[in-house]
């Protein structure tokens, strides 16, 4: 590192890619960012270019491809003169994996519209919501497509 400005603490690198410390620990354990240089004190220290490649794991994780994918994209990106063939299949991946699960988000939004139109109000013990949940042949989406899961593979909301 040339300058002491590129020398920044966990908590600025932290602060620049927007996430946490814990974040930037956690991706250096995992081997995604590479090990800071430490202080005579233990302390870690960055530069520039630890925040150009943290800034770019929390992207592609925001982008939602997995820490496997991000590893592999930051590989290929260590190598500027490769053919992008590869990175571009790895998109493209990801891509089916997102129009898959749109897919059954799809289906499930549709089947809660419709479980809450059919509901009438009233008392829980007769509430179609209860009993759609209760019992899955009543789901139009889980009869469509031969029993499988309505939201299979869809991660919670909550």
Known sequence: MSSIRQIISIGELARRADCKPETVRYYERIGLLRDALRTEGGQRRYGE???RRLTFIRH???FGFSVEAVRELLAMSD?????CQEVDAIARHHLEKVESHLQRLSALRDELQRMITQCAG???ENC????????????ISENAHGGSRLAQGVPSVD
Do not use: F, N, T, Y
């Not at 190598?79 to 053919?83: L, R, S, V």
């Open 49 to 51: 270019d630890a925040v």
């Open 60 to 62: 592609a994780r925001d």
């Open 79 to 83: 190598q500027p003169d490769m053919p």
């Open 122 to 124: 009233g008392k829980v």
């Open 128 to 139: 179609r919501i209860i009993e759609v949940i209760s019992d899955h042949q009543l789901c």
